[in-house]
Every structure is written in structure tokens, then in C-alpha cells.
């Protein structure tokens, strides 16, 4: 980094709290000890040691540990300082001040880990997986960061570059040595170019169900007014988030909630308006929003009245979704089932039941789950999350896609070596090995600072 001063921030939290943990790295951390550690002996690498926490003028500000962290041993590959105090922003603050005023200077956002990057200790999708994982807020979110900040899915990627390493060598000895190599095979050279880009479809195929499990399942509740969305939204969270009320077009905005599926699967209920022809500017507001989430739902939860005919509103909502990924319920099966009954074929996996019921919202919840697909995500193998990481992998394929027109054109082997080098550049780029400072800058900025 062009700046390697010794950085300093507040690692917990804001607020108050039992603990609050101020940290340090780099060069200057041994100063830094001197100055603001008060202890009957000198700190020991990796042991918490009781002392005083003073001020730059000496004065005691909290008693605490401090823990030692020498390099290369440490998070950051740097020396590395962690001051435990009292949890009170007053103290934590304080201590802060005074380890600025000892030399080091604020931490930017992900500084920690950056640093961490950049001396080797991580690369840069396990990296991201710091983040992902101070942002989870599932068990599912939190086990699918786990597994990539392990670095699994980095050995995934060299696996397929170091394969596309070991061409690049081949067709460079054959361009500079004519005389002495011989270009490799044109059929051999296809099958390898096959191979890698088989294991990175493989990969790409994983972008999907990892988004899901980082983001949560987008899923639009959509139906007719009154159907019961936002009593079903209710009953599937457990309170009373969206009013509900007998008379139609109550919800005129969408609302948004996130939801636990359980197995490994989240899901992001947007409640909408209802969909009918519409007057009244307010109402017909709302529903323009309801079809823009709908758009940009990932999965669409259409909900009828089941106890009544189903009428114009309801059949052209069954309609315009059949093309899509979808839940249908048919709701109020307490008070009746008509509308069920004269479902068309195209709904014939239609559930029904009542908003009002424990077993109807368990088969709601159960349906949802499996069009998360929680029951086929492995959270402990590799898999993409970051639509960075999708990018990376999708021109990687892109360049070999291209090799494999000009070895079937039957064009010279040794055309093939720039989109070769491509295709391994954009691994490179995924992993960290040739990240540029922009994009480093892009990432560690959606870090907190102190991490």
C-alpha cells in the first residue's frame, strides 16, 4: 500500500457493551505499547496480559488486556495490538485518541483485511467473505462465508488456471523456439481447453444458489385485493407487519421483509398491492410498483381467494405468471374451495389452504424453501457470491469459447495464446492475483472500519 503507517480503530460495535476492543497494525505497534501499556512486564506474543490503558500525558484511562500479536503471526501479517477495555464509548474512544496520539493514524474502511489481502494471509474471495460474513444475518448466510473464507473456492480457481498456466508455457516455448518445440496438438489442446472451461461452467452454475443464499430469495407476494397477501405475509413472519383490512386496496406500497426458511434458505417477502383495473391515482401508483417488483422478484408468490369464482382479476394473474418461477396458493380454504376447484391444469400443483392455519403456512414456507433450493446448496463446497466473481468466471469462459472457434476453424495453434492468456488473466483478477487498486478500493470500501 502507498501508505503503510501504522493504522488504529474501534473493532466492536457502537454503543455500550460488556467489552470494547480497540486495535492497531502495523510498524509502529512496539511504540505504541510503550506509550499507552502500563504492565509489571513485557507483553508476550498471543498472551492477554492485565495492565493500565494511559493517555498520552500518562493519565489511566481503563484497565485492561492487551494482546500482542507479532508478525508475520497476526491477521494483518503485520504486528498487530488489541486493547480490551471497559465497553463504554467514553473509554473506547478515549483509547483510541491515545493510540493516534502514539503514532498511528484512523484505519479506513477494511484497511485490516486489505492488509491482510496484500500480505498473503487471504486472497481476495476469501477476503470478500470477511465481509459477507460481519453482514450475515442467517445461519445460511453465515455458513456460506464460512466455507469461502477457508479459501475453497480460490483452490477452485487455481485449479483451472494453473491448467491454463501450463498451456501458456507450451504455446510460448513453440512460438519462441520453432525450430526446437512443436506446437501442441490442435485436437489434444481443444480437449484440455474443454476441461477447464467444463469445471468453470461447473462453477458459474454455483453463482445462482449462492446469490440466494447471500441475498435471501426475492420473492413478490402478487395476487387480486383481498386475497389474503398481506395476512399470509403476516402469518409467515409472526407479526403483524402489514395492516390488513376487508376492504380492497388497502396496501398501496410494497413492503419488504426478510424471513428465515430454514435448511440454509432465506427469503425477502415483498408484500404488494393488489392487481385490478384501477381509478384512483394512489391505488394505480401502487400497483405499477407491484409489477416492478414483480419484474425484479426472482420468484413470485401468487396468492387467490379460493373460496369464491375465480374471476377476471384472479385468472389473468394466474395467467401472466404460468412463464415464470412461481408459488400459487389458493387462500380462505376455511371458507370455502370453489375457486380451487375450477382451477385451470396450469394449477394443478396449487396449494391450498388458509392464511389462518399453522399447517397451510408450514406448506407455504416448506414451498418456498424448495424453490430456494436450500435442500441442493452445499453450503461447505465453493461457491460464487459476488456478481464480481460471476463476472470474472463468465469472461474467463468467454475467452475460451473463442479458442475453441479458432482451433475448429483450424486456424494455427499459436492464434490461440492472447485469448489463452485472457481467459487466465480473468482468474487472476478473481482471486487477486493482478486486482487492480480500483477494484481493491471498490471491495474494502463496503467494510466497517476496524475490520
Not at 384512483?280 to 422478484?297: D, M
Request: charged residues 25%.
Amino acid at each position: 500500500m502507498s501508505d503503510a503507517r501504522t493504522i488504529a480503530a474501534i473493532a466492536t460495535p457502537p454503543g455500550r457493551g460488556a467489552v470494547a476492543i480497540v486495535r492497531a497494525s502495523g510498524p509502529g505497534v512496539a511504540a505504541i505499547v510503550d506509550r499507552v501499556v502500563r504492565t509489571r512486564g513485557p507483553l508476550v506474543p498471543r498472551v492477554a496480559t492485565l495492565g493500565e490503558i494511559v493517555d498520552v500525558d500518562g493519565s489511566t484511562i481503563d484497565r485492561g488486556l492487551a494482546l500482542l500479536f507479532a508478525a508475520p503471526a497476526s491477521y494483518t501479517g503485520e504486528d498487530v495490538l488489541e486493547l480490551h477495555v471497559h465497553g463504554s464509548p467514553a473509554v473506547a474512544r478515549d483509547v483510541l485518541l491515545a493510540v493516534l496520539g502514539a503514532g498511528a493514524r484512523l484505519a479506513e474502511p477494511g484497511e485490516f483485511t486489505r492488509r491482510a489481502f496484500l500480505s498473503g494471509k487471504l486472497d481476495l474471495t476469501a477476503a470478500e467473505a470477511v465481509g459477507e460474513l460481519i453482514a450475515a444475518e442467517d445461519r445460511s448466510q453465515a455458513r456460506g462465508a464460512a466455507a469461502r473464507l477457508t479459501g475453497g473456492l480460490a483452490r477452485e480457481i487455481d485449479r483451472a488456471r494453473e491448467k491454463l498456466d501450463a498451456i501458456v508455457e507450451e504455446l510460448g516455448a513453440a512460438i519462441d523456439f520453432p525450430d526446437d518445440v512443436p506446437s501442441p496438438d490442435a485436437h489434444d489442446l481443444a480437449a484440455r481447453i474443454t476441461g477447464v472451461d467444463t469445471h468453470l461452467a461447473e462453477l458459474a452454475a454455483t453463482w445462482e444458489s449462492g446469490r440466494r443464499v447471500r441475498e435471501g430469495l426475492a420473492v413478490a407476494i402478487v395476487g387480486p385485493p383481498n386475497a389474503g397477501k398481506s395476512s399470509l405475509l403476516n402469518a409467515l413472519l409472526g407479526v403483524d407487519r402489514a395492516l390488513v383490512s376487508s376492504e380492497a386496496g388497502t396496501t398501496r406500497d410494497t413492503i419488504e421483509e426478510a424471513i428465515a426458511l430454514g435448511g440454509g434458505a432465506s427469503a425477502r417477502l415483498i408484500d404488494t398491492a393488489g392487481l385490478r383495473d384501477a381509478t384512483q391515482s394512489l391505488e394505480v401508483a401502487g400497483i405499477a410498483r407491484t409489477h416492478a417488483a414483480l419484474a425484479e422478484a426472482t420468484l413470485a408468490l401468487v396468492i387467490v381467494d379460493g373460496s369464491v369464482p375465480l374471476d377476471a382479476s384472479a385468472r389473468d394473474i394466474l395467467a401472466s405468471t404460468r412463464g415464470r418461477e412461481r408459488v400459487v396458493f389458493f387462500n380462505k380454504s376455511d371458507l370455502g374451495r370453489v375457486g380451487y376447484d375450477a382451477r385451470d391444469d396450469a394449477e394443478a400443483s396449487a396449494k391450498l389452504g388458509s392464511a389462518h392455519d399453522a399447517e397451510s403456512i408450514a406448506m407455504v414456507r416448506d414451498a418456498l424453501r424448495a424453490a430456494a433450493g436450500a435442500d441442493r446448496i452445499d453450503l461447505a463446497r465453493p461457491h460464487l457470491s459476488t456478481v464480481r466473481q460471476g463476472d470474472a468466471v463468465l469472461e474467463a469462459r468467454r475467452a475460451l469459447a473463442r479458442v475453441r472457434a479458432t482451433l475448429t476453424a483450424g486456424e494455427p495453434v499459436d492464434l490461440v495464446a492472447g485469448d489463452v492468456m485472457a481467459a487466465r488473466a480473468s482468474l487472476h483478477e478473481l482471486t487477486g492475483r493482478a486486482a487492480s487498486e480500483s477494484l481493491l478500493d471498490a471491495i474494502f470500501a463496503r467494510f466497517c472500519i476496524g475490520k
